[in-house]
């Protein structure tokens, strides 16, 4: 079945660096896309970019651009998203979702992400 | 950006009554290809966001007949017709016409 299973927990410190991955199966990779969505405590979903997976292509939030990069690994199946020069409203469940007709159907199961001095 | 706005945003239903939760875009999400691109997701607490309702009506894989999805346009609504426990938790509405967004979520109770 489709899978998409994210990297563990991360703390980290205000101004650092994250990067969470998104390992994925069960289905033809570059036929999906990518999409990266984060929840903070309490709060609603906040759509932040999305990966064509077959070409590389990228779109970011406006709110994002110059601190967030989507990659991908074709070999390994797998998504990343790094976040840089992280403040603590970064603080965030963050998701990965597979995207195919614009639509975001299967998720992973969300990465922790917790900004603490 | 296009704005999602949905009411209500929150909503304590009797087990078996219908529910009705309305979505508005402050653009049209049809596309020149035919197609609307409004969704609809839940999510169960303490769970992941799962797509219910894709395309304004289709309902994904496994997703119960009670729900349904309807509108054209900017308005869209999403009916419960007889609500179980198990379909607490907010609901989202999200638009991906263009770079996609989400409705602020409507919290789902059980009185």
């Known amino acids: 079945q489709v899978q998409l299973v994210q990297s563990g927990a991360e703390v980290k410190k205000p101004g650092a660096s994250v990067k969470v991955s998104c390992k994925t199966s069960g289905y033809t990779f570059n036929n999906y896309g990518i999409s990266w969505v984060r929840q903070a405590p309490g709060q609603g979903l906040e759509w932040m970019g999305w990966?064509?997976?077959?070409?590389?292509?990228?779109n970011y939030a406006q709110n994002l651009q110059g601190r967030v990069t989507m990659t991908t690994d074709t070999s390994t199946r797998t998504g990343y998203m790094e976040l840089r020069s992280l403040r603590h409203d970064d603080t965030a469940v963050y998701y990965c979702?597979?995207?195919?007709?614009?639509?975001?159907?299967?998720w992973g199961q969300g990465t922790t992400v917790t900004v603490s001095s | 950006d296009i704005v999602m706005t949905q009411t209500p945003l929150s909503l304590s239903v009797t087990p078996g009554q219908p529910a009705s939760i309305s979505c508005k875009s402050s653009?049209?999400?049809?596309?020149?290809?035919?197609?609307?691109?409004f969704y609809w997701y839940l999510q169960k607490p303490g769970q992941v966001p799962h797509l219910l309702i894709y395309e304004v009506s289709n309902r994904f894989s496994g997703v119960p007949d009670r729900f349904s999805g309807s509108g054209s346009g900017t308005d869209f609504t999403l009916k419960i017709s007889r609500v179980e426990a198990e379909d607490v938790g907010v609901y989202y509405c999200m638009q991906s016409i263009q770079l996609p967004t989400f409705g602020q979520g409507t919290k789902v109770e059980i009185k």
């Open positions: 990966i064509n997976t077959y070409n590389g292509n990228t």
């Open positions: 653009q049209s999400l049809l596309h020149s290809d035919g197609k609307t691109y």
């Open positions: 979702a597979r995207v195919g007709w614009r639509r975001m159907d299967v």
